[in-house]
Each structure stands twice: as C-alpha cells, then as structure tokens.
T-cell receptor
Framework: QKEVEQNSGPLSVPEGAIASLNCTYS??????FFWYRQYSGKSPELIMF????GDKEDGRFTAQLNKASQYVSLLIRDSQPSDSATYLC????????????FGKGTKLSVKP | GAVVSQHPSWVICKSGTSVKIECRSL??????MFWYRQFPKQSLMLMAT?????????EQGVEKDKFLINHASLTLSTLTVTSAHPEDSSFYIC?????????????FGNGTRLTVT
C-alpha cells in the first residue's frame, strides 16, 4: 500500500515566522511531488510541485525534496494569517493513470 | 489554463434519491478525470478514475452500481450518486490534468458538498 505521511498538526506559528511542513512517502519510485493548500470547505489549490532533488523556490514558498530519504518539505517564509489552512502533500500513484495519493494534511495556524 | 469546473457547488437531497454531479474541463480536453471524496477532517480519497469512451475504474470498496460515472466527451464527466443515504454525505471533488502531461499537477474543481437528509 503506497502511503504519504504527514504530521496532522496543528502547527502554530506567529505571523512573520517560518512555517515548516514535512512529508514522507513510501514508494521509492515516485517522481512527482506536490503541495496543495486547502482552506476549510474549499477544494485544494496547488502551491508548488517539485520533481528533482534539492530546493525549489517560488515567492515565500520553498519546496525541498530528498529522494534518498523519501522526504519532501514545504517552507513558508514570512507567514501570514491568510496562510492558515491545511497543507496536503501528494505524490503521483506510479503504475496508475496518474491519480494523486494524498497525505492526511497538516493544519497550519498563523497567529497575528 | 487547465481550469476544471464542477457543478453544483452544494446539494441537499433526501435519502433514496439520486444526485448528479458534473465535472468539465474548460480549456483542455481530458481523456481521464479523477473523482475524489473527502469526509470531514480527513484527506482526499480516490473513488474512481473516469475514462472518456470507456468504463470507469473504481477503487476498492467503492460500489460501482451506486456511484455511476459517465465520461461521454473529452470535456465532461458526471458522477451520479444513486439511492443516496446519509452516509454518502461528503465533499466530492473532480480533477484532471492537461493531456500528455502525466507528471504534472492535477487541477481540481471547486467541489460539491452533498448532504443527504
């Protein structure tokens, strides 16, 4: 059973701090990794994706991938109250038609 | 680009009735669409994979006769919840990606909140 694991949180950080979200996955053959943000009652929206080992930066967001450790993380710099949401880590289900397997999500709360 | 539209956003129905949810790819053709379900405080779980012009593939534990999927065109997939019961109340979300981009992100519709009374 392919799995994606995340700490459910809640993770609470003060406004302006760095939020660090972590994710591990079980399928060593996974090649594509995604972070989605989901506000309560809403559909997931894509934050970042990463395919290669190392860091990928987009504005205040940095995704980090370590395939050897089967670990992917998301850093949010200068956290804002509007970043308060559940962050979902996802990988493509290899051998399938391309559906995503999601972690249970980490709930982030940014305190003003 | 890659916009997925889902309708309705929410629906309330009585137990025993059927509900149809539509998922459209607005600016691309989607030979494959994915239907997810999310119960409160849980993550998204794949229900089925919808394939244009052929039968859908259902995940283990999902009743194909209860959750009817029709993918009659390259831009439309429908999910019909038949004989709905209160335990079917959930958030149903469809998704798709642009063709030829297997490793790219999935784009999600806005979801349908189903409440069965």
């Amino acid at each position: 059973q392919k799995e994606v694991e995340q700490n459910s949180g809640p993770l609470s950080v003060p406004e302006g701090a760095i939020a660090s979200l972590n994710c591990t996955y079980s399928d060593r053959g996974s090649q594509s990794f995604f972070w989605y943000r989901q506000y309560s009652g809403k559909s997931p929206e894509l934050i970042m994706f990463i395919y290669s080992n190392g860091d990928k930066e987009d504005g205040r967001f940095t995704a980090q991938l370590n395939k050897a450790s089967q670990y992917v993380s998301l850093l949010i710099r200068d956290s804002q109250p509007s970043d308060s949401a559940t962050y979902l880590c996802a990988v493509i289900n290899g051998g399938s038609q391309g559906n995503l397997i999601f972690g249970k999500g980490t709930k982030l709360s940014v305190k003003p | 680009g890659a916009v997925v539209s889902q309708h309705p956003s929410w629906v309330i129905c009585k137990s025993g009735t059927s509900v149809k949810i539509e998922c459209r790819s607005l600016d691309f053709q989607a030979t494959t669409m994915f239907w997810y379900r999310q119960f409160p405080k849980q993550s998204l779980m794949l229900m089925a994979t919808s394939n244009e012009g052929s039968k859908a593939t259902y995940e283990q534990g999902v009743e194909k006769d209860k959750f009817l999927i029709n993918h009659a065109s390259l831009t439309l997939s429908t999910l019909t919840v038949t004989s709905a019961h209160p335990e079917d109340s959930s958030f149903y979300i469809c998704s798709a990606r642009s063709p030829g981009e297997f490793y790219s992100p999935l784009h999600f519709g806005n979801g349908t909140r189903l409440t069965v009374t």
